[in-house]
């Protein structure tokens, strides 16, 4: 980030860590640092265009208006800029801070016990150039279900591939399936544009269908050229609500002449299950027919200890939010280790996906943890580029 340009608010209302702050980021070459000892000062501090910073720096723990308060002042004033949380609270304290202004959709650019180091500050501020980019992608349009319908009927639906890597020996296991959307006008638009949109309008199985077949198709191609990856293909609880659903996902594995057992189809539960026997009966006819099945983002939204109990489910796929950051966060960690316990108990494999940084790979490897996946390996690709991919990384 420009460091002449970039303007950034120190807020703390202790005078040597306001300073000390200040001075660290003089030295780092910003020239543009301002310093509040209160939230009321801060917040007039905001309203002036010309003063008005795109970073602040701002402890938790102030008398008078505390630190969560004034995120919400900065909520409700329309705040677009990215956030540095420090306090010498507990890391459990810090963590709920930081999950909170993400929810408001303020960017967090780190996370800090305090007086932050000049390593880490850099580190955080180092990752505000994607503030804009993010709340541009927050921002983009939407699409309505008959774009969408005339999207997949045109064929205008790609799959990107992420490679999975084995933690024991890093070798490439296989790759899970993400969909994106070829626009013929807005170019490539990703599934959280449009995933929603399809099942909220009965679009869901035919989405689901069209990446199932492009997948098969790709798996039984780099099947050919010597390639034994699985594949990974989400499925969402909306797709389990068709009988058929079991027939056609065989029927297209027979076609393609792809082996079952190299298949995982990654369930999410979006929404509450109101009656299990359908959901139950489908896996079960696709557990019995060899294909394998994981549960997807566990431990967030409705993926529960109960669906263990009741689903017949053979991989346990960590979510991101508990991986990324493990190694440095004493919660991630047990959430993460409990997780992998109780999955190895069960005689499950295990995959930690969000594996972004070397320190969250290290820890993963001191644990029971089979599979990573994540940006430190590799972003998501074009089927075209993943032997290429393959052959140069083994």
Known sequence: MNRISTKILVLDDDAFTLNLHATMLTNMGYQQVATCDSGLEALINLRDADTSASVILVDLNMPGMDGVEFVRQLVARGYAGGLILVSGECERTLKSARTLVEAHQIHVLGCFSKPVSPHLLDS????????????????????????????IQNGELVNHYQPKLSIRN???????????????????????QFIPEAEAHGLIDALTGAV???AFTDAAIWRAAGLD?????????????????????????????????SIVLEVTETQLMKDLRMPLEILTRLRLRRFRLSIDDFGTGHSSLAQLRDLPFDELKIDRSFVH???????????????LGLAKELGMETVAEGVEESEDFDF????????AQGYLFAKPMAASQVEAWVRAYS
């Open 212 to 214: 199932l077949v492009q």
């Open 229 to 261: 990856l699985s594949v990974a293909i989400n499925v969402s609880m909306d797709n389990l609500t068709s009988l058929d659903f079991p027939d056609f996902v065989s029927e297209q594995a027979r076609l393609k002449g792809v082996n079952p057992a």
């Open 124 to 151: 955080a501020l180092s990752k505000a150039d994607s503030t804009n980019s993010m709340r541009r992608r927050a921002a983009r349009k939407s699409y309505s279900a008959d774009e969408l319908h005339r999207g």
């Open 170 to 192: 890093r070798r490439v296991t296989g790759v899970e399936t993400l969909v994106r959307w070829q626009h013929p006008l807005d170019g490539l638009v990703y599934p959280d």
């Open 325 to 339: 950051g493990a190694h440095h966060n004493e919660t991630l960690r047990a959430i993460v280790q409990a997780s």
């Open 364 to 371: 993963l490897k001191s644990t029971c943890c089979d599979v």
